[in-house]
């Protein structure tokens, strides 16, 4: 380096706050989760098994809790399949055309995250109940939305929305468009210049994003409790068939139905970590 000038200074570790204080943060954050995380998944799991395996097993095999379970996972099933298309649609849209009026329509993709999902499902009541702006028409058709697993769909569709679209927006502003424009240069289609080019690249983000996805919507409970009716057997998905069970007094039997329902959420989570560090390991973290 030529003579006069100065080395510049090197920036402060932010990590070299005192070794006590460190720990002290450390303890602070790790009993947070032990008392308000951990502690209740392990309640739980304990008050399931409280009177044995085979009191545990009725639980599960009980017919109303099958039925609750089969729902869940059809409802899960149909909300994540149509919210993967439309984030798809509403990122691809965001981000790659410009338009008056995208600002509004990018606010209207957070919109299920600001509305409490109660008011969400009183909207689909509103909309297609017997009283409801098109519930006559539907019911004369022989159509019914509300108090039955269609318009559980459309709540849970609504409430978790955003999650996909979310998680590929950030994603796909940062790609740009170059290599689509690339693509389309050299002659490909749109539909083989999304197959080809744009969805290998997003599809890690894609697979997060449908992984929160089907958490939430095994577990909604807000916007389902409004539209389902709570017909045991039928219109009751798992969150609302443990609340039926616990306002029975069936403690056991709602806890063991819960711990199915943690399980699934412990295993989206792993599922999450192991995706994320199959991320970082692609970016070299």
Known sequence: MP???ETPALPEDIRSEP?????????????????????????????????????????LVDADALAAIELTLIVAAISVGANTVMGLVMAWTLTKFEFRGKSLLITLVDLPFSVSPVIAGLV???LFGAQG??????????????????????????VTFPFVARELIPLMQEQGTQEEEAAVTLGASGLRTFLRVTLPNVKWALLYGVLLCNARSMGEF????????HVRGETNTMPLHIEILYNEYQFQASFAVASLLALLAVVTLLAKTALEARIGRRHGH
């Open 19 to 59: 070794r006590a204080v460190r720990w002290v943060v450390i303890g602070l954050a790790t009993l947070f989760l032990g008392l308000f995380i951990m502690l209740p998944l392990v309640n739980v799991f304990t008050q399931a098994f409280s009177k044995g395996w085979a009191a545990y097993g009725a639980a």
């Open 124 to 126: 689909f009541v509103l």
């Open 133 to 158: 702006t098109f519930g006559p028409w539907l019911i004369d058709h022989g159509w019914k939305i509300v108090f039955a697993w269609p318009g559980i769909a459309l709540a849970t569709i609504f």
């Open 3 to 5: 003579a006069g000038i």
């Open 222 to 229: 807000g916007a389902v409790s409004v539209v389902s009716g």
